[in-house]
């Protein structure tokens, strides 16, 4: 059983800063890719950004400049830092890992509330 504890969600003004951490435990037999996916409410989740093993990284357009992903292989755990907010970055942010047997594991969510 794998899990994903996810940490550091909260409430910032426009402008601020915010940076989420995820961690993995279990018998994970090989990480092929972890990432951050957050839902609005009425919305569809959807992808802000991904980190391969080999460090490759992905961005939703709407995040990039501002948001920054890194993993630490040997933890197993990845982050996300958010600069300049927006309200509309407003979500719940979803860890989620992808190992090489194309398994999709998922966090909890945690709670990113923007105001103007």
């Known amino acids: 059983q794998v899990q994903l504890v996810e940490s550091g969600g909260g409430l910032v003004q426009a402008g601020g800063s915010l940076r989420l951490s995820c961690a993995a435990s279990?018998?994970?037999?090989?990480?092929?890719?972890m990432g951050w996916y957050r839902q609005a409410p009425g919305k569809q989740r959807e992808l802000v950004a991904t980190?391969?093993?080999?460090?490759?990284?992905n961005y939703a357009d709407s995040v990039k400049g501002r948001f920054t992903i890194s993993r630490d292989n040997a933890k197993i755990t990845v982050s996300l830092e958010m600069n300049s907010l927006k309200p509309e970055d407003t979500a719940v942010y979803y860890c989620?890992?992808?190992?090489?047997?194309?398994?999709?594991?998922w966090g909890q969510g945690t709670q990113v509330t923007v105001s103007s």
């Open positions: 980190i391969t093993s080999g460090g490759n990284t």
């Open positions: 279990g018998r994970i037999f090989g990480i092929a890719a």
């Open positions: 989620n890992v992808r190992d090489f047997a194309s398994n999709t594991y």
